[in-house]
């Protein structure tokens, strides 16, 4: 039995739940820096090492490989640990991987580098958002969420402009210009290594503030760990509104614990089916292309690294101004106004980019003001309702592991095509590669029209339930 104090204040911290949320959402940055920073390392890695469009694409998306591990062990070892321990060992692979991207003396040993941070990429994508979403009282639960794409979209930017201005210091620097052997390989002649090494910073942030923060309250419920539960409850929304929520947690994992099968059973599998749509869709809509080879489009198009390098950085402003506006009105104006009509414009504009480079007519400044039209459309839409969606719609009990599925399906979706653009754009042309992004981005607005539910203003126990109406 929970014990009442002789003393309590019927009101929560919202400077608790700000930390928390603030904390989780910090493996965002991370995920954004890392798939992010590869983009300005790409064509010197290619020079150096001498590598064919086949290893570019691989170099490119080995992260990815690694990021399908850890979505899929994520949740079996948040639900079994914790989510907190599992984000710490997130936080410790990241910085285990700029450190070796950082020193990497050949490709051979770059790459599995690569891959441990994609590991972290992984987990990250899958328990900070679902520790967030444990964490968020249902009016606000979708603009918290949101602070987790919005975080990585932050993650993205200080990439672009970290890559930015190390390349200009290697430009601006001759290599006598002080310091040792060392510090003139990674600062000038190979500054990509400074590049991969500046994650380091962030993951040492990540890791020691998760330390100061708690395990998320319905975890520790669904493990028995009712008054440490119910504490953290209490001192993020007051008394009353701790014992409702502790009383619709344990109608919710009253029932015996989820397994994979469930996932399979009618009204859940509906659920996982929408998860897996949006993860897969939101890959197609060419996104990360354009994170990963962005200044390889724009040098398509006829900028200079340096030029190619400083409009990213004006397409990354262009996402989080977007990402900061959707995370603005997702909770006024629901989930499903932002998703549908959001990704009509990005249909629409990734058929003007296709014939723009159909017509050879990317010269000049309209290629760049199309591509940010294009990220904006994005930003305001499925890149900041995906993280909400898959870390509401799915039961207590099975949380974890339907998260798992899901971001499985999008990391596998990212590997495919940013392993396979270098080479297809190669032999089908660029326009072809937009043309195809604008025809899935179609067939995914009507998918979303279709199936996507509002859960706007819905606890995660009310949306359980709407699911499990549609078992009946």
């Known amino acids: 039995m929970l014990k009442r104090p002789a003393a309590i204040e019927d009101k929560g911290s919202g400077s608790y739940l700000a930390l928390v949320c603030f904390v ?41 490989i690694g990021a399908i591990a850890g979505s899929l062990v994520a949740g079996l070892l948040g639900d079994r640990y914790g989510r907190r321990p599992v984000l710490i060992l997130s936080a410790m692979l990241f910085f285990i991987s700029a450190l070796g991207s950082a020193i990497s003396p050949t490709f051979n040993l770059l790459i599995p580098a690569r891959l441990v941070g994609g590991v972290g990429i992984g987990i ?7 520790f967030i979403s444990e964490f968020s009282p249902p009016k606000i639960r979708g603009r918290l969420v949101a602070l987790y794409q919005m975080s990585i979209v932050i993650g993205i930017l200080l990439a672009y402009f970290s890559n930015w201005e190390l390349l200009g210091f290697s430009q601006n620097h001759s290599p006598d210009t002080g310091g040792s052997g060392i510090w003139n390989q990674v600062m000038v002649f190979e500054v990509w290594r400074a590049m991969f090494g500046a994650e ?8 020691s503030l998760l330390l100061v923060i708690p395990e998320s309250p319905r975890w520790l419920i669904k493990e028995g760990k009712e008054e440490q539960g119910f504490q953290i409850l209490r001192k993020l929304g007051g008394e009353s509104i701790a014992r409702a929520e502790l009383a619709a947690i344990h109608e919710s ?8 099968t469930e996932l399979f059973k009618p009204g859940i599998r509906l659920a996982l089916i929408v998860g897996i749509g949006l993860s897969v869709f939101g890959q197609f809509t060419g996104v990360n292309i354009i994170v990963y080879y962005g200044p390889d489009i724009l040098g398509n198009a006829g900028y200079n690294l340096d030029n190619a390098l400083k409009f990213q950085v004006a397409i990354g402003l262009i996402n989080f101004v977007f990402t900061a506006l959707a995370l603005w009105k997702i909770d006024n104006w629901g989930r499903r106004p932002l998703l549908i009509g959001g ?32 990220m904006a459309s994005l930003a305001f839409s499925i890149n ?22 899901a971001t499985f399906a999008n990391w596998a979706t990212n590997f495919s095509t940013a392993f396979l653009f270098p080479w297809f754009v190669s032999r089908a042309g660029m326009n072809t590669g937009f043309f195809a992004f604008s025809g899935v981005c179609f067939i995914a607005t009507l998918f979303f029209y279709r199936m996507v539910p509002e859960t706007k203003g819905k606890s995660l126990e009310e949306i359980e339930k709407f699911w499990n109406k549609k078992q009946r």
């Open 384 to 405: 900041a309702v995906i993280w909400v969606l898959l870390g509401e719609i799915y039961p207590n009990r099975i949380r974890g592991r339907a998260m798992s599925v």
């Open 253 to 260: 994992v009253s029932e015996k614990r989820g397994t994979f």
């Open 124 to 130: 990250a994508s899958v328990l900070a958002p679902m």
């Open 200 to 207: 380091m910073l962030p993951a040492l942030l990540f890791f």
């Open 24 to 64: 989780a959402s910090l493996g965002g940055v991370l995920f954004g820096f890392d798939t992010a920073v590869i983009s300005g390392t790409i064509s010197m890695v290619e020079n150096q090492f001498v590598l064919d469009k086949i290893a570019v694409g691989w170099f490119g998306s080995s992260a990815l």
């Open 343 to 374: 990704m009509t414009a990005v249909f629409i504009s990734l058929l003007i980019i296709g014939a723009m480079f159909s017509f050879s007519a990317t010269q000049g400044i309209w290629i760049v003001i199309m591509l940010g039209i294009y």
